[in-house]
């Protein structure tokens, strides 16, 4: 529905750009101009139509990923809520990831070196400090799952008759406490990584 509605709001503008454009072959004589446009139109529909399945593809996928089966919550009750905050922006990466690449493509597809610049040094440090980057988020953030998920269990382990092993106070509370101090300390080695590799 979304798409139909982007395409009822500019199919007159892209029509009239291809007709302008066969025109402009057309009058101007070029060699092999038709079946440039041909050629060229045809796979920017396939690459819009692979990138649409590659989407529904990766959203399913992600959905069934994350998905926490019954022992798992019993296990981990906050399991699921965090699982949660991190899904919205999963399909945003990957919806963008694959949105660049699509229009990257379409680009080299009607005769635009799109991806000429990545072999420039600026393009090479881009990508090495994006991979980096990315690299080190996921890094840090399974390393704060880990650590919030063993806190989480050894607060809430149950003895074999189901009930909550009753734990001191001073656990209950150096614990999360211990929990804030390597968050803080994740936090901020990853903003010093990610300035120094925006080169700050």
């Known amino acids: 529905q979304g798409l139909r509605d982007r395409l009822a709001d500019a199919w007159h503008v892209l029509a009239i750009a291809y007709i302008v454009g066969v025109f402009a072959v057309a009058a101007l004589g070029i060699k092999d101009g038709f079946e440039f446009l041909v050629r060229a139109t045809v796979v920017s529909v396939v690459i819009i139509v692979v990138a649409r399945i590659v989407m529904s593809g990766l959203r399913r996928g992600v959905e069934r990923g994350f998905a926490i089966g019954d022992d798992v919550k019993a296990r981990f009750p906050l399991l699921e809520a965090r699982a949660n905050r991190y899904l919205p922006v999963v399909h945003v990466v990957l919806r963008t990831l694959v949105t660049v690449i699509a229009v990257l493509a379409l680009l080299y597809t009607w005769g635009l070196d799109a991806f000429g610049w990545l072999d420039?040094?600026?393009?090479?440090?881009?990508?090495?400090?994006?991979?980096?980057?990315?690299?080190?988020?996921?890094?840090?953030?399974?390393?704060?799952?880990?650590?919030?998920?063993?806190?989480?269990?050894?607060?809430?382990k149950t003895d074999d008759e189901g009930n909550v092993v009753a734990r001191s106070a001073r656990v209950r509370t150096l614990l999360p406490l211990l929990r804030n101090i390597i968050f803080v300390v994740l936090a901020v080695m990853v903003t010093l990584i990610v300035l120094s590799e925006l080169g700050i």
């Open 120 to 156: 420039t040094p600026l393009g090479r440090r881009m990508t090495q400090s994006a991979i980096s980057i990315a690299a080190v988020l996921v890094i840090a953030l399974i390393a704060w799952e880990f650590v919030s998920s063993a806190v989480e269990r050894y607060l809430s």
